[in-house]
T-cell receptor
Framework: EAQVTQNPRYLITVTGKKLTVTCSQNMNHEYMSWYRQDPGLGLRQIYYSMNVEVTDKGDVPEGYKVSRKEKRNFPLILESPSPNQTSLYFC??????????????FGNGTRLTVT | KQEVTQIPAALSVPEGENLVLNCSFTDSAIYNLQWFRQDPGKGLTSLLLIQSSQREQTSGRLNASLDKSSGRSTLYIAASQPGDSATYLCAVRIIIQGAQKLVFGQGTRLTINP
């Protein structure tokens, strides 16, 4: 089954403790992206990747890191989490062919709480 | 700066009614517009994608239209069912200085009452 898989689904951590949220897709998509969703602010893009070893900042990249060493994986790293990073996080992927005219596929989300 | 607005924020209708959800965007230079459905605590499911050169797309009881010149899209749901209850989001794909971005609206929370 074609899917985007995020882990973990729920995560509670303390300020300053490094964490990684994994994202994997099995559709051979070039494009992958991370979003956070907050009440009243909607979905905002954190980072995206056009292909292996190619990443770029989105609208809210501060406090986050990403890497794209393999086509299928795009982990989100919080080196020193803070309470303002408490949010619902989504990973997404799509083809990049055809002038970006391909639908975006989302994972089921990771609910992160930083205390 | 591209902004996407969805009005109303919430909508409640009786089962069986046809309904229209609205999405407006401020800059017509888009590559495509995508409608998503989000169930509580879940990810986003793609419903329809309309390319910038298209006027509409249909899938089952759903029909999405796009009017780039006026910066508007509508999602028409025919014969609504309680299972259609969810939050519906629209998003436009734009390119800014070579960077690909998706700009989302804040969504319309739809409730279909049996």
């Amino acid at each position: 089954e074609a899917q985007v898989t995020q882990n973990p689904r729920y995560l509670i951590t303390v300020t300053g403790k490094k964490l990684t949220v994994t994202c994997s897709q099995n559709m051979n998509h070039e494009y992958m992206s991370w979003y956070r969703q907050d009440p009243g602010l909607g979905l905002r893009q954190i980072y995206y990747s056009m292909n292996v070893e190619v990443t770029d900042k989105g609208d809210v990249p501060e406090g986050y890191k990403v890497s794209r060493k393999e086509k299928r994986n795009f982990p989100l790293i919080l080196e020193s989490p803070s309470p303002n990073q408490t949010s619902l996080y989504f990973c997404a992927s799509s083809w990049t062919g055809g002038a970006y005219n391909s639908p975006l596929h989302f994972g089921n989300g990771t609910r992160l709480t930083v205390t | 700066k591209q902004e996407v607005t969805q009005i109303p924020a919430a909508l409640s209708v009786p089962e069986g009614e046809n309904l229209v959800l609205n999405c407006s965007f401020t800059d017509s230079a888009i590559y495509n517009l995508q409608w998503f459905r989000q169930d509580p605590g879940k990810g986003l499911t793609s419903l329809l994608l309309i390319q910038s050169s298209q006027r509409e797309q249909t899938s089952g009881r759903l029909n999405a239209s796009l009017d780039k010149s006026s910066g508007r899209s509508t999602l028409y749901i025919a014969a609504s069912q309680p299972g259609d209850s969810a939050t519906y989001l629209c998003a436009v794909r734009i390119i800014i200085q070579g960077a690909q971005k998706l700009v989302f609206g804040q969504g319309t929370r739809l409730t279909i009452n049996p």
